[in-house]
């Protein structure tokens, strides 16, 4: 089974830019969250999808990130206009349905954004 | 792959000894405990998790204890191995906070042969 898959795995854009990552969960996962990590601090969330709703944008930083989740299926994470401090590596996770008996969250291998 | 920040706590244990990576956490009502290993280049990595009525959970070579009084949580590797390199980090979920998790800022354990 495929796990988590992320695209691009590296980005490097001016600031101003507009950056687009796409995360693709494990097929049937119902909960999809977006973390990243800057400067080396630790995993922070950011937000949390439940099929193609939005549970908790609780971490999101600003009105610059928006991210979507068409269909329930994969999702997106747009950062327009880029900054600075936005360099860093962010990561997706996908898990099942709690009834189904999810709990663990299984982590896509990261794009790491470097916005110069 | 992904740089580890310059302030990143460090362990180095001799291959074959036991390590002990340790975690404190922020809030008294996390009721779920996970550790994750991160390989250079890839994403966190589950290995194994507790929830808050239980003080031990044994894994493969794994062993993690809680300890709720002082809000510590620890992962105790058996026989490291060289593969064992890596950051590991701890995380928390806040009872009634959804499903997002709260992580540490991360350990590095270096294994020298």
């Known amino acids: 089974e495929a796990g988590v898959t992320q695209f691009p795995s590296h980005s490097v854009i001016e600031k101003g830019q507009t950056v687009t990552l796409r995360c693709d969960p494990i097929?049937?996962?119902?909960?999809l969250y977006w973390y990243r990590r800057v400067m080396g601090k630790e995993i922070k969330f950011l937000l949390h999808?439940?099929?193609?709703?939005?549970?908790?944008e609780s971490g999101m930083p600003n009105n610059r990130f928006l991210a979507e989740r068409t269909g329930g299926t994969y999702s997106t994470l747009k950062v327009q206009p880029a900054e600075l401090e936005d360099s860093g590596v962010y990561f997706c996770?996908?898990?099942?349905?709690?009834?189904?008996?999810?709990?663990?969250?299984?982590f896509g291998p990261g794009t790491r954004l470097t916005v110069l | 792959g992904e740089s580890v920040g310059l302030h990143l706590p460090t362990l180095s244990v001799q291959e074959g000894d036991n390590s002990i990576i340790n975690c404190a956490y922020s809030?008294?009502?996390?009721?779920?405990f996970i550790w994750y290993k991160q390989e250079s280049g890839k994403g966190p990595q589950f290995i194994i998790d507790?929830?808050?009525?239980?003080d031990k959970r044994q894994g493969q070579r794994v062993t993690v204890l809680l300890n709720k009084t002082v809000k510590h949580l620890s992962l105790q590797i058996a026989a490291t191995q060289p593969g064992d390199s890596a950051v590991y980090f701890c995380?928390?979920?806040?009872?009634?906070?959804?499903?997002?998790?709260?992580f540490g800022t991360g350990t590095q354990l270096k294994v020298e042969l």
């Open positions: 995380a928390e979920r806040l009872t009634g906070g959804g499903n997002k998790l709260t």
């Open positions: 097929s049937g996962h119902d909960n």
């Open positions: 507790i929830r808050s009525n239980m």
């Open positions: 996770a996908s898990s099942q349905n709690r009834l189904a008996g999810g709990r663990e969250q299984f």
């Open positions: 999808f439940v099929k193609e709703s939005k549970q908790d």
């Open positions: 809030n008294s009502a996390s009721d779920y």
